[in-house]
């Protein structure tokens, strides 16, 4: 399957009327540039999306996109075409590449000078996750690199989202390499836990120091849940651990729900990877 990752938003660019310029930017998952086209704030619609995406042969099978603001837009572009849109935060080429492109649109001579970051999205408060969804018990863990994936690879769990990409041995980390995580013992709840968490696309966890401290789940394109909050010294310190294990483990973590802590049976399994 051929899949692009696509972005189509305001630039800090301005045409000849001092109306803001629009950029649809295409790449590969190697960070090779399919297509930059530019296009006044007036004329920026999913026509003249469609238009641009008819120029290019053979057209792709999937675009993955991460913007929120863009998705609505490329979904009515793409419908003409028979192109598939996913909406993930799981874009890194693209994100990359509009990282390193920003000089460049400050060297133009239309350019705004503004303060601009091209990846940044507007995330809404936190928001406390619901109730009748939350388990028994949680807590932090981890498991060696090498012992990651086989001890979930081949067991009977219903939902499973362990990509090739975030393989320890893809991503190079030593063999003994902790690769934190956070397990949840949800005990009758954890099949409705685990088909929300399906739903709600994990994208990453993050330890919020503060009064109190917070596990927050980000999800979606821009979703953020309230795992947990928590005031005990010996939970921070272990939230600590997790941040530090996390960024040594090239931001690669897990999020586990099982009915107890028997160890034997799991009802999903999910491997993250923070940008």
């Not at 995406?53 to 603001?69: E, K, N, Y």
Request: glycine share 4%.
């Amino acid at each position: 399957m051929n899949i692009w990752q696509a972005d189509f938003y305001r630039r800090p660019l301005q045409d000849a009327s001092g109306n803001p310029l629009w950029e649809l930017i295409i790449c590969d998952a190697d960070r090779y540039l399919i297509l930059s086209e530019f296009v006044s704030q007036k004329q920026a619609n999913s026509h003249w999306i469609t238009e641009q995406l008819r120029s290019i042969t053979p057209h792709p099978d999937r675009l993955q996109v991460f913007r929120p603001q863009a998705l609505t837009l490329l979904q009515a572009a793409c419908q003409p075409l028979n192109i598939l849109v996913e909406s993930t935060r799981r874009t890194s080429a693209l994100k990359q590449l509009l990282q390193e492109r920003l000089p460049y649109y400050r060297s133009l001579p239309n350019s705004t000078q503004e303060l601009y970051d091209p990846i940044k999205l507007d995330a809404p408060p936190p928001a406390p996750l619901p109730e009748d969804l939350w388990g028994d018990q949680w807590r932090f863990g981890a498991i060696a690199a090498q012992d990651l994936i086989p001890a979930f690879q081949n067991r009977p769990i219903p939902v499973q989202d362990i990509p090739e990409a975030f393989y320890p041995e893809t991503l190079q980390l030593a063999s003994t390499t902790p690769v934190p995580g956070v397990i949840i013992d949800a005990g009758r709840k954890s099949r409705s836990l685990t088909q929300w968490l399906q739903q709600a696309k994990p994208f990453s966890l993050n330890y919020i120091s503060g009064d109190p401290d917070g596990l927050i789940l980000e999800s979606g394109l821009c979703d953020r849940w309230i795992l947990s909050t928590f005031s005990e010294s010996d939970i921070a310190s272990s939230a600590r651990v997790f941040s530090q294990r996390r960024q040594e483990a090239k931001g690669l973590h897990f999020l586990l729900v099982q009915p107890d802590n028997s160890g034997m049976t799991y009802a999903g399994i999910w491997l993250l990877k923070s940008d």
